[in-house]
């Protein structure tokens, strides 16, 4: 059983006759080497196959590190991901492995760092194998296991992206129509925008608006006790302008009433 790393064992005897002579010392020399993992963390605003979908030079922020981990989730080795997302961990035995892509740089010998990326991007995916060719589920910052035996290891993946961001808005104050009566909201005032390339497709109004009666979307009527549990999702422009009319009863009085949504690209 050698000592890990690129090492050669070395195993000394010697020979005896039947007549009791002794030979001189002989060696048998049993060199081990290691192999190098190498991968690449793309920026990938589509979220599809992992790789890189921006459509210009592959650029990913500083800060994040590549950690490999054994079958006890110990950290093995650590590398840092430079800015054109290229990583290699070098200098590995034989034996399963996952890699975790955190901004922790882990420590050998210690319990694996949690996965995470820098702040303002997300995790779209990850795959052992050429890029643009698959995605594994689940996308949470760890490749699959793969297996380490006498060849070096390429294509290790991640995808990342900076998802899209929905703008907060204020409308002007206004007269409460009171009663029955709702207010439309001018598609402008939603707003999103994608700052990696993509493009807004939907909102989603997240929860039921505050200091409100009913909100009415596309026709549809809902009020707190029928509005759905997961939102309710609205096409949008390339703007993140809704394409359906949104329209509120607020309650009565002086109040102020709040969307809540998100943007989708």
Same mark, same amino acid.
């Given at each position: 059983?050698? $000592? /890990?790393?690129?090492?050669?064992? =070395?195993? &000394?005897? #010697?020979?005896?006759? *039947? %007549?009791?002579? +002794?030979?001189? @010392? ?42 490999? $981990? /054994?079958?006890?989730?110990?950290? =093995?080795? &650590?590398? #840092?991901?430079?800015? *054109? %997302?290229?990583? +290699?961990?070098? @200098? ?61 290891? +390429? ?64 026709? +549809? ?45």
């Amino acid at each position: 059983d050698p $000592i /890990d790393g690129a090492v050669t064992s =070395v195993i &000394t005897y #010697t020979a005896t006759d *039947n %007549g009791g002579a +002794t030979s001189a @010392s002989a060696t048998v020399s049993v060199p081990f080497t290691t192999v190098t993992i190498v991968g690449s963390v793309f920026n990938d605003p589509n979220a599809g196959n992992v790789d890189n979908s921006t459509g210009s030079a592959n650029l990913v922020p500083s800060g994040m590190y590549a950690n490999l $981990i /054994d079958n006890n989730g110990k950290v =093995v080795t &650590t590398a #840092t991901v430079g800015t *054109n %997302g290229a990583y +290699t961990l070098g @200098s590995v035995n034989g034996g399963n492995y996952t890699v975790v892509l955190s901004t922790t740089q882990g420590t050998i010998g210690n319990n694996a760092p949690a996965a995470s990326v820098t702040s303002g991007y997300v995790n779209t995916g990850e795959f052992n194998g050429t890029p643009n060719t698959g995605n594994t589920a689940p996308i949470d910052g760890a490749s699959a296991i793969f297996t380490v035996s006498t060849a070096n290891v +390429t294509n290790i993946n991640f995808g990342i992206q900076q998802p899209p961001t929905a703008v907060t808005g204020t409308l002007a104050s206004q007269v409460n129509p009171g009663g029955t009566t709702s207010v439309t909201i001018p598609s402008s005032n939603f707003d999103g925008n994608d700052l990696s390339g993509g493009t807004i497709v939907s909102i989603k109004i997240t929860t039921f608006p505050t200091n409100t009666t009913t909100i009415t979307i596309n026709g +549809t009527p809902y009020n707190s006790g029928n509005f759905p549990v997961g939102g309710v999702t609205i096409p949008a422009d390339v703007n993140g302008n809704p394409t359906q009319t949104i329209a509120i009863d607020p309650i009565d009085g002086a109040v102020t009433s709040v969307i809540t949504y998100t943007a989708t690209d």
